[in-house]
């Protein structure tokens, strides 16, 4: 389940810029072939590699089946570094101490940049770029790039704009039609309060979902170039655009009858909370907005079955403004030189690795090229096919992309006054001006 690890970014700028180039030492020019011959990938025998990121579990496993297919095909042995929530605290830690893994990682774009700015990352080999170029959009090459050069291959990747909901609820209530635009939306949420349910569970108590509710509604009534705009801070939290998206949002916000405990219950659960406010049993609300990644909280903590219980239907398009689609995704990286680094990254390019993580669940995959007959049902399939056909017009998490202090810290910055506008969404210039100040000083900050 891609979750937020970004609590430790704003300690980046107290790491010294450090740069580090360790060979991998010499290797054969010969080549290992994979099974369809699609692949083309150096001979590894003897070589020990390893990569980090932050997976644990079931996550984890399914990862390791994928580097266990890389070791057959290269002959190396490549070994699964556990980071931790703090990502790049511990990545950092490693690379100052020379102790760096061959390939990791990173879940923000924002850390990438940071990285690639410090001489950390190591740009992709013509292979890598080749295979990036054949399977990927030019958006998600471009979010692994960093002046120029391009450093990053998003192997796996979160559709965060579907809403989830309680298909008994929904039947209880007599709601027929799917709502597929924010007027539609607050008319289903208002069948559902009639009906005696509380419409929609918030995980307020966690301010990344706050962040993610804002983002989907500003991208689509606001538009891709805005959106772009903002997130660079070409425009200020002050504009317009952002007033009227916090107005939109606060039809939501400000009616208390609509949030299950109101804004003050939203404020005290948490993410996991508010899928179970809507799934579990008894049921409190009716629905719940996240990313894909709810399937796997309603799976391991509900008794509800997802394709049955719980369904979800994609983040309504606000005024004329199309549907949205805002992904996250965990990027790989070279954070060594040599052909191991490399060769991995290749094969992380590859529909082939793709597919292995991808029948096993859990999983999406932002590789154009990998078909959606590997995904093992309708929902996830759905899913990633929303993505993919998004093409360049998706939208990667602002707040992702925002220096930590803004867009990645607990109790401060973006996260804190959303959780402020929730409890008082009538003070929307209000709300526009702690943003602005905020994201000034983190900008700054940050340089």
Same mark, same amino acid.
């Given at each position: ?42 001979? =590894?025998?003897?070589?020990? =590699? ?398």
């Amino acid at each position: 389940m891609n979750r937020r690890t970004a609590a430790a970014i704003t300690t980046l700028a107290s790491l010294a810029v450090l740069s580090t180039a360790c060979s991998n030492g010499s290797t054969s020019s010969s080549t290992a072939a994979s099974p369809t011959g699609s692949l083309h990938l150096p001979d =590894l025998h003897g070589q020990n =590699l390893s990569v980090a990121a932050v997976w644990t579990g079931p996550e984890q496993q399914n990862f390791l089946k994928v580097i266990e297919q890389f070791d057959k095909l290269t002959g190396a042995h490549t070994t699964f570094v556990p980071t931790g929530d703090s990502v790049s605290t511990f990545l950092g830690t490693k690379i100052q101490g020379g102790a760096a893994p061959d390939v990791a990682f990173l879940p923000q774009v924002g850390v990438l940049a940071q990285f690639a700015k410090a001489g950390w990352l190591k740009p992709v080999d013509p292979a890598v770029d080749a295979a990036l170029t054949k399977n990927y959009s030019s958006t998600w090459k471009s979010l692994g790039s960093y002046d120029g050069k391009q450093y990053g291959v998003y192997f796996k990747a979160s559709n965060k704009s579907t809403v989830w909901y309680n298909t008994k609820v929904f039947d209880q209530a007599g709601i027929s039609a799917l709502p597929t635009t924010w007027a539609e939306f607050l008319k289903v949420a208002q069948a559902v309060s009639d009906s005696g349910v509380s419409p929609v569970a918030i995980g307020g108590a966690d301010g990344w979902t706050l962040t993610d509710w804002f983002e989907n509604i500003y991208l689509s009534q606001a538009g891709p170039e805005n959106y772009d705009k903002l997130t660079k801070r070409q425009i200020p939290w002050t504009d317009p655009s952002v007033a009227k998206a916090l107005t939109t949002l606060g039809q939501l916000f400000g009616k208390p009858a609509l949030i299950a405990g109101g804004p003050g219950g939203a404020l005290q659960t948490d993410y996991p909370g508010s899928v179970a406010q809507a799934f579990a049993d008894p049921v409190k609300a009716g629905l719940v907005y996240e990313g894909d990644f709810v399937a796997t909280n309603i799976a391991q903590e509900t008794k509800a079955k997802v394709g049955t219980d719980a369904k979800f239907f994609p983040f309504p398009a606000v005024d004329s403004g199309k549907p949205p689609v805002v992904s996250g995704g965990d990027a790989a990286v070279a954070l060594k030189d040599g052909p191991g680094a490399q060769a991995l990254l290749q094969y992380l390019a590859s529909p082939e690795a793709a597919k292995i993580e991808a029948q096993l669940g859990g999983f999406i995959s932002p590789n154009k090229s990998l078909d959606l007959s590997a995904y093992p049902d309708d929902i996830t399939r759905g899913i990633a096919k929303s993505l993919i056909q998004s093409g360049d017009s998706f939208r990667f998490d602002m707040s992702d992309q925002t220096p930590g202090a803004f867009g990645g810290t607990k109790g401060q910055g973006e996260w804190k006054d959303l959780q402020d506008f929730l409890a008082n969404p009538s003070d929307v210039a209000g709300a526009q001006q702690k943003l602005e100040a905020d994201a000034a000083k983190a900008y700054k900050n940050a340089g």
